[in-house]
T-cell receptor, first 114, second 113 residues
Framework: AGVTQTPRYLIKTRGQHVTLRCSPI?????VYWYQQALGQGPQFIFQ???????QRGNFPDRFSGHQFPNYSSELNVNALLLGDSALYLC??????????????FGNGTRLTVT | GQQLNQSPQSMFIQEGEDVSMNCTSS?????WLWYKQDPGEGPVLLIA?????ELTSNGRLTAQFGITRKDSFLNISASIPSDVGIYFC?????????????FGAGTILRVKS
């Protein structure tokens, strides 16, 4: 099975909080979150490995995450803004290897903020 | 920060035509990747390039990793209707704990009517 994301669609109101979930490919230990606004390429939010945030893109602290012992992950966004409306993508990778295994993505969660 | 310039932004194809798109960057990447995204789905990996100068094929798709490691192109030969979609290039950087991708803005492939 590939990367699984839930829910597929979500509608929230400005100011609310949202939690998105991701289950990585079996055997993969790193999880990456990306935001894809309409008409744009995905933008890197952060990466989790061994339950800690390891890399972070240019996103405010309203965006936070968590990784569980089973390697699944959550993306949390507080105080939602209209501009947070986007497709949120999750990807996973195996324990770090020297070749640099390409990322495989889930189908994303479409978040609409009204 | 790193930015990828992908061109063209969009193009129309007629079945049977060859298609070419490219990506340039001001930064060097360890790996270049090409993804295709259909509506409502996540990006699907098409081709991965690991070495400067490398030319790799996947069926009707051919991609090359530029010698300077700052550019790549993707060719699609004898296009078919299911080639329609959005194509993204991505440069991959290897960090201490994992990889990070920087994406281009995408090339939209449409069918000529």
């Amino acid at each position: 099975a590939g990367v699984t994301q839930t829910p597929r669609y979500l509608i929230k109101t400005r100011g609310q909080h949202v939690t998105l979930r991701c289950s990585p490919i079996s055997g993969h230990t790193s999880v990456y979150w990306y935001q894809q606004a309409l008409g744009q390429g995905p933008q890197f939010i952060f990466q989790y490995y061994e339950e800690e945030e390891r890399q972070r893109g240019n996103f405010p602290d309203r965006f936070s995450g968590h990784q569980f012992p089973n390697y699944s992950s959550e993306l949390n966004v507080n105080a939602l803004l209209l501009g947070d409306s986007a497709l949120y993508l999750c990807a996973s990778s195996p324990p770090w290897d020297r070749v640099g295994t390409p990322l495989h993505f889930g189908n994303g969660t479409r978040l609409t903020v009204t | 920060g790193q930015q990828l310039n992908q061109s063209p932004q969009s193009m129309f194809i007629q079945e049977g035509e060859d298609v070419s798109m490219n990506c340039t960057s001001s930064s060097i990447f360890n790996t270049w990747l090409w993804y295709k995204q259909d509506p409502g789905e996540g990006p699907v990996l098409l081709i991965a390039l690991y070495k400067a100068g490398e030319l790799t094929s996947n069926g009707r798709l051919t991609a090359q990793f530029g010698i300077t490691r700052k550019d790549s192109f993707l060719n699609i030969s004898a296009s078919i209707p299911s080639d329609v979609g959005i194509y993204f290039c991505a440069g991959q950087l290897r960090g201490e704990y994992g990889n990070k991708l920087v994406f281009g803005a995408g090339t939209i492939l449409r069918v000529k009517s």
